[in-house]
Nanobody, 127 residues
Framework: QVQLVESGGGLVQPGGSLRLSCAAS????????RGWYRQAPGNQRELVAS???????SYADSVKGRFTISGDDSKNTVYLQMNSLKPEDTAVYYC?????????????????????WGQGTQVTVSS
């Protein structure tokens, strides 16, 4: 089990910056990837940025060059640095963690993949 707590959302003017934080607790060692998603009213939840345990990152085209995802070495906390914010970035941002665990019994092995979500934090970009 992994618990995620987000912080850092708020109101910012266009062109401004915010840094979101997501602290994880529980089975930290099983986390293989972290991500940030966002969902605006009437829209589907979309992946904004992700980072894997080896440090590889990926970004949605809409935020590439403006947002940066990072995490500490212990994987306890992941950040989303958001620069040059636009009104289109307004959404509820959700922290995500993917865990992978394996077990072996009776000569068989199994891989378990689970996703965990934070409660979401509102980001509003408006003048």
């Amino acid at each position: 089990q992994v618990q995620l707590v987000e912080s850092g959302g708020g109101l910012v003017q266009p062109g401004g910056s915010l840094r979101l934080s997501c602290a994880a607790s529980g089975s930290i060692d099983s986390i293989t990837a972290r991500g940030w998603y966002r969902q605006a009213p009437g829209n589907q939840r979309e992946l904004v940025a992700s980072i894997t345990s080896d440090g590889s990152t990926s970004y949605a085209d809409s935020v590439k060059g403006r947002f940066t995802i990072s995490g500490d070495d212990s994987k306890n906390t992941v950040y989303l640095q958001m620069n040059s914010l636009k009104p289109e970035d307004t959404a509820v941002y959700y922290c995500n963690a993917e865990t992978r665990t394996s077990s072996r019994s009776g000569g068989h092995s199994r891989l378990y993949v689970n996703d965990y979500w934070g409660q979401g934090t509102q980001v509003t970009v408006s003048s």
